[in-house]
């Protein structure tokens, strides 16, 4: 089982960073990054919740209730994600193992390769969809929440563009695998567009720490 | 307490995340700041880990350890810190909420405000700076340690470079409660060097990714 009693949401956060500092395979950088976006999610919908019911911002206030609404929801999808990217590494650990002595070996280690890559590579790329779901809510929170509140949003863009940039390496490391070249080029493409929303992070930052100076 | 149960090591995940996402103002970004940096400190101590022992490694096996090592001791450390978090925010909040109708009121006020709004800055300033030690880390890990995972140590200079961000808007926004010029000076010159390495992190990445394509 290699450390999954460490990964479900009952997990200590202690039990959860023994079993990443391990020597063992999983978790690894993968499951850190859906950890790493949850707690994104939790910070904006914490600017969002903190924004509701104050009088100041009731002009907002459907606003910030949609962010805690879909913010929460992607918690709680970022949470089993930690658990699907263990799944999925190993499931490609054990084909790099498969016996390939022979040709039709050879041919069904690559298939089974094949499979595994391309589960490996679609987690990051949901934890990377989400992450860029965060950046846009933290956006939208740091520009209309309240002020006292929104570096906690900013938090939240920081951490999901970090999230993106392990999204792009835990999918880098699987894509070549993966047979099907029409495969690739999607999930190529995908890779390239998460990239652009790491400015979009970045300027969220900008905009909190401008914020703070005025 | 404001939702402290869920702060210790021995806290749930979902309990963290949880009070993360939750109306109350502490923990908030910083707290998520510190366990990030626990997240990248194991991360870095993994890639180590899982090179220690490898013939084809033997060289770097010293490195290694002393690698392990340290990153133990941060992550140890960054857990202790969000507890810390927590705390010196509330230490602000209370100060805020002082009277301040008379003048000597206000002296004290603003006199408590600053204790504490140095307080709340030297903890994001130690969280970056211990940040700063796991980009490090990771820089060397990757550059000397198992190629098969050099992708955790880059997750980890990834979330360390989030971490500093972060760390940036918590000095930026108790640094105007700071009344000593001089101390005032100080910390943004820390806040500074601890910019310059958002590039080193970045480059860790960019040699993770080039890494796997090449």
Chains 1, 2 share one sequence.
């Not at 009088?55 to 805690?68: F, K, L, N, S």
């Not at 690559?110 to 934890?127: D, M, N, T």
């Not at 099907?180 to 652009?196: I, N, P, S, T, Y």
Request: proline residues 3%.
């Amino acid at each position: 089982m290699e450390g999954d009693d460490a990964l479900g949401p009952d997990a200590t956060i202690e039990g959860l960073l023994e079993a990443l500092a391990s020597n063992r395979p999983t978790p690894g950088g993968g499951g850190a990054a859906a950890l790493a976006l949850a707690l994104g999610a939790a910070l904006v919908a914490m600017t969002a919740r903190l924004t509701v019911g104050r009088r100041r911002y009731r002009d907002v206030e459907d606003v910030m209730r949609g962010i805690t609404s879909r913010a929460d929801e992607i918690r709680a999808e970022a949470l089993g994600l930690i658990q699907a990217d263990a799944d999925a590494y190993r499931a490609v650990s054990q084909a790099f193992g498969l016996p390939r002595e022979t040709e039709e070996q050879k041919q069904v280690r690559s298939g089974r390769l094949s499979v595994a890559a391309e589960s490996a590579s679609r987690v990051p790329l949901r934890v990377g969809d989400l992450s860029a779901e965060v950046i846009a809510l933290a956006s939208e929170a740091v520009a209309k929440g309240n002020r006292n509140v929104i570096s906690d949003a900013g938090a939240a863009a920081a951490l999901a563009r970090s999230v993106i940039r392990i999204s792009e390496m835990n999918v880098a490391a699987n894509l070549p695998l993966v047979r099907d070249a029409d495969l690739r080029g999607e999930f190529a493409g995908r890779v390239d567009k998460l990239q652009e929303r790491l400015a979009t992070a970045d300027a969220v930052v900008d905009d909190v720490l401008g914020g703070a100076t005025a």
